[in-house]
């Protein structure tokens, strides 16, 4: 069984922002699935089905995105899963714009959802799929900058850019799931 999670901060308020990448990307992957998230279990809302012959969960976590790996731990127990069939989509401030990169055992490169996921489990050994939201554009920044960046909705401009890869995301997904991390690496990064 494979256990793909989405990263993000629940309610409205956050719906859109960049930070909330991961929930939309997955939110995606499950309409174009046929997956419904239906259930809550380990402080998730969660929706299982198949897709490549592979059984999936597909979790969004209701803990905030910095407590991320309460979700994820339980949900790993819960559902009895092997880290190398944890994929974890997220953003990534130091990737351009609508990019994405696949990874496994990277750090947390200051994410705080991923670092409370690595905390949380003891190791950085899953995959990640990284998708780029890029950095405010300003010559000095500071942390405060780095959170109202994040929180804050993508620009008209943006948003027409992630709208495109969006799709390509689920495709990554599908060949992680269908030819392995290697093929999906040597495709998409």
């Not at 991961?22 to 198949?50: P, V, Y």
């Not at 819960?78 to 609508?98: G, M, Q, S, T």
């Amino acid at each position: 069984m494979k256990l793909i999670v989405g990263l993000g901060n629940p309610g409205r308020s956050y719906a859109r922002n960049r930070h909330n990448i991961g929930f939309i990307c997955l939110s995606h992957f499950a309409r174009t699935e046929g997956i419904k998230f239906d259930k809550k279990k380990g402080l998730a809302r969660i929706g299982t089905g198949k897709v490549d012959n592979n059984d999936v969960v597909l979790a969004r976590p209701q803990t905030f995105m910095n407590n991320s790996g309460k979700s994820v731990s339980r949900l790993v127990e819960k559902f009895d899963i092997d880290l190398n069939d944890l994929i974890v989509i997220h953003d990534d401030l130091d990737l351009p714009l609508a990019k994405i990169r696949i990874s496994l055992g990277s750090s947390s490169g200051g994410h705080k959802g991923i670092n409370s996921i690595i905390q949380e489990l003891g190791t950085q050994d899953f995959i990640r799929l990284r998708v780029g939201i890029g950095r405010p554009d300003k010559p000095q920044i500071s942390e405060d900058d780095i959170i109202a960046y994040v929180l804050s909705d993508f620009t008209p401009a943006e948003k027409r850019a992630i709208d495109k890869i969006i799709p390509t995301v689920g495709e990554a997904i599908l060949c992680l799931l269908s030819d392995g991390l290697t093929p999906a690496m040597n495709k998409y990064n």
